[in-house]
């Protein structure tokens, strides 16, 4: 492996987005999901942090229900669940849309 300026190289997939493009991808998923949007999806993944929602309409944006909202009586929807929602806040990667669950 080669280093160049004391950095090894990364693959074309670690590579990270530069930060005017980052920009421009994020603010695409604002106009379509603003706070307060109420959002229906699908549970397709399930992680310590919170579940992951594909978004009805929305291709692009990925939704995260973090666990530091869920309520302690509850538990973490399941694979394949179907889910409705509000979108709370925008992350600065990746198209993710911060969602609360209407159950939570």
Do not use: K, Y
């Amino acid at each position: 492996m080669s280093m160049v300026q004391g950095r090894s190289p990364r693959s074309t997939a670690q590579r990270a987005v530069p930060r005017s493009n980052a920009s421009m991808c994020d603010a695409e998923a604002e106009p379509a999901l603003p706070v307060g949007a109420p959002i229906d999806g699908e549970v397709i993944g399930r992680q310590p942090f919170g579940v992951v929602i594909r978004i009805d309409g929305a291709p692009d944006a990925v939704g995260l229900a973090e666990v530091t909202s869920m309520p302690c009586d509850r538990e973490l929807p399941p694979m394949g669940a179907r889910i409705a929602g509000r979108v709370v806040s925008h992350a600065e990667h990746n198209h993710q849309v911060i969602v609360r669950l209407a159950n939570w």
